[in-house]
């Protein structure tokens, strides 16, 4: 069965694709274009943004428009598309290293703003395409080029990140369940407002380097097994949550988002200059 | 809230007694300038908040961001979806905006961006004049590249000068660089709007291919590809990485050259239409002054006092910085060997005059950068002792 990922690839295939055998980017992907379509957007209204590493080389593979920006910088790029036409529906892809340590002021301001944007963070705790240094969302003492002797600071949590920031939809999802996930990302995309998608998974070229984590099939099942539901979470102690991650829906909430907003000042606007112009 | 109010005059014309950066503004919306994202800086906020109040008025979006990297990031984006943008900063915030302004460059987003300089390193001299961004302006961001850098001298020149910024950024698919400065920026002078009817706006062209036969960097037109907004079916990519004709990655050695190269002719083919220079009685001067911005203010004064005196002194107003006026120099050092340079810095624009000029030439340096602005008197003293 011709699945809809086919119908949503560049027509001239960039491919093969930049991604390791066993990398959890390809299942987070197709979940985006499964999302879409699911969203019953039209594809020529929607605008994928990525900034720079292994993850934010995904729009180059589907057929939408596509910003592939600077280092951190997806969620400046996207917002500029949005407040510009704020018709488009905005996606960013994101990395753990882009989003969260050099894009990290960019991440909580577009939660405060909380601009109409949906943004996936492929979150693998490493940076990939440079070689292994250690993210902000590594958990303490594992390591990398940059942590040999273990990583010494405590990780972001995403998710509790964006929720106190103001973000209207927070959710994580694991790459190991991928229709929970693909509903998540379907959820952030209609709702108005910043949504953010965190996305557990698991770098098995890299990581296991450094980590000695196992083969892609182990990490995966190692994963799938750290997953635990918010539900479940919320009855569980602090020691027995140590090393889980915790997937679910942290804040599905209806503040007022920027361009919608922004359209009433417009309105408001017009009338006053009108007014100016008579003055003059 | 606006410190500034216009009135018509008799043919229907706009008037005012304004700051340059208000008159910044005002020329950026009759050019047609429908996003602003901006980062509050000294001396360049007015701009910001003029456009805060006045966008939104024609149907236009302001947007106050989180720091001056993401201000760039969002005029690129939102230059991609067809609207004119524009930010504005001063130093600080312009170092800090290079990464984004090559990514503009090599993407040919067009966009303005608004330098208002003032005393540097670092935070330097924050209310204060200089002129010491030009080589930034020039070479601030990393790579091969070329630029497009305008330097009025007036708030009248204001005016023009933003509205050719923004048809020089829409006619090369380029960012253009409106290179003010603090004394230019806070002053207030006479202006008087064009009517809209007698403005010439450009605007970037737009492809006629289809979506499928669409390529955004196709060469086939020219140098200057044409545009597709996002939105209206062109599904393309762009990225800050080398890329071929479709807008993808490669690393082929002759997609690599051929882009370069075409990013630079596409602007030194076309010197003529974008170097611009007022030369002030240079005819039977003896004596040349070099400037931009708003030392060649003083520099007229100068010309003026010395001419009095018996002193035959011509200006040349190098009006676009970037690219370098280099034919104009050969010209004006054919027949005046005394050349002398006046920028409010420690000697920048000199190294290039310097180099167009007529080997026979003596070019020399007259320079302040202690955060005041430089008088016609000193200008003049310099000269003389010089002699």
Not at chain 2, 164 to 182: G, S, W
Not at chain 2, 237 to 266: M, Q, Y
Request: hydrophobic share 40%; proline share 5%; net charge neutral.
């Amino acid at each position: 069965m011709k699945s809809a990922i086919h119908d949503y690839l560049r027509p001239k295939k960039k491919f093969p694709h930049v991604w390791c055998p066993g990398c959890g980017h390809g299942i987070i992907l197709a979940s985006i274009v499964r999302a879409i379509e699911a969203a019953g957007k039209n594809r020529d209204e929607v605008v994928v943004v990525s900034g720079i590493g292994c993850s934010s080389r995904a729009p180059v593979y589907v057929d939408f428009s596509s910003i592939h920006s600077t280092h951190g910088r997806a969620l400046t790029f996207a917002t500029g598309v949005k407040v510009a036409n704020p018709k488009l529906t905005v996606i960013v892809i994101s990395g753990d290293g882009d989003g969260m340590a050099i894009g990290g002021n960019h991440f909580i301001h577009a939660c405060r703003r909380n601009i109409d944007l949906t943004m996936i963070v492929f979150n693998n705790n490493i940076y990939g395409m440079t070689g292994g240094q250690a993210s902000p969302t590594m958990p303490q003492g594992d390591y990398a080029s940059t942590a040999p002797f273990g990583t010494l600071e405590r990780p972001f949590d995403v998710c509790k990140l964006a929720n106190a920031s103001g973000a209207n939809f927070v959710a994580r999802g694991v790459v190991t369940s991928p229709i929970p996930l693909e509903k998540h990302i379907k959820k952030g995309i209609e709702k108005k407002g910043f949504s953010v998608i965190d996305v557990a998974e698991t770098c098995p070229t890299i990581y296991n380097f450094f980590n000695k984590t196992g083969n892609p099939l182990k990490m995966m099942k190692d994963l799938k097994a750290k997953a635990i539901p918010v539900q479940k979470a919320n009855t569980m102690t602090e020691e027995e949550l140590k090393g889980k991650i915790v997937t679910g829906v942290f804040a599905d909430r209806y503040y007022p988002d920027f361009t919608t907003s922004y359209d009433k000042i417009i309105m408001d606007s017009a009338k006053r200059s009108m007014k100016d112009e008579e003055s003059i | 809230m606006l410190f500034y109010k216009l009135y018509k005059d008799a043919d229907g014309r706009k008037v005012g007694f304004v700051q340059g950066n208000e008159a910044c503004v005002e020329a950026a919306l009759l050019a047609g300038m429908r996003f602003f994202a901006g980062y509050p800086i000294t001396p360049s906020s007015e701009i910001a908040a003029v456009s805060a109040e006045k966008l939104p008025m024609l149907g236009g979006r302001f947007i106050q961001m989180e720091d001056e990297i993401s201000s760039m990031g969002a005029i690129i984006g939102g230059s991609m979806t067809g609207k004119k943008t524009m930010t504005a900063t001063s130093g600080p915030g312009f170092s800090l905006k290079q990464e984004n302004l090559g990514y503009a460059i090599i993407n040919e987003v067009p966009c303005v961006i608004v330098n208002v300089q003032r005393g540097g390193p670092s935070t330097g001299l924050p209310t204060q004049i200089a002129q010491a961004d030009v080589m930034q302006a020039r070479w601030g961001t990393h790579g091969d590249h070329p630029i497009i850098a305008i330097s009025p001298a007036s708030v009248s020149q204001v005016v023009t000068s933003t509205i050719r910024a923004f048809n020089l950024a829409e006619k090369y698919r380029t960012p253009v660089i409106l290179l003010m400065d603090e004394t230019l920026g806070h002053m207030r002078e006479k202006i008087v709007l064009p009517r809209e009817d007698e403005i010439e706006l450009i605007d970037r062209k737009q492809t006629e291919d289809t979506p499928e036969e669409f390529k955004p960097f196709a060469t086939k037109h020219g140098d200057v590809p044409l545009f597709a907004p996002y939105g209206k079916g062109y599904r393309y990519n762009i990225t800050g990485l080398i890329h071929d004709e479709a807008g993808f990655p490669t690393t082929k050695t002759d997609e690599v050259v051929s882009l370069l190269d075409r990013l630079h002719s596409k602007i030194n083919d076309n010197l003529d239409d974008i170097v611009e220079v007022c030369e002030f009685q240079t005819e039977d001067a003896d004596t040349l002054l070099v400037s931009f911005g708003s030392a060649t203010r003083s520099c007229i004064s100068a010309m003026e006092k010395g001419r009095a005196e018996g002193k035959k002194i011509g200006v040349l107003q190098l009006l676009t910085v970037w690219p370098f006026a280099e034919k104009q120099i050969v010209k004006l050092t054919e027949k005046i060997k005394n050349v002398f340079v006046v920028e409010m810095n420690m000697g920048q624009i000199i190294g290039e005059v310097s180099r167009c000029s007529h080997r026979d030439a003596v070019v020399t340096g007259i320079n302040k950068y202690n955060g005041i602005y430089i008088t016609p008197q000193e200008i003049l003293e310099k000269v003389k002792e010089s002699r």
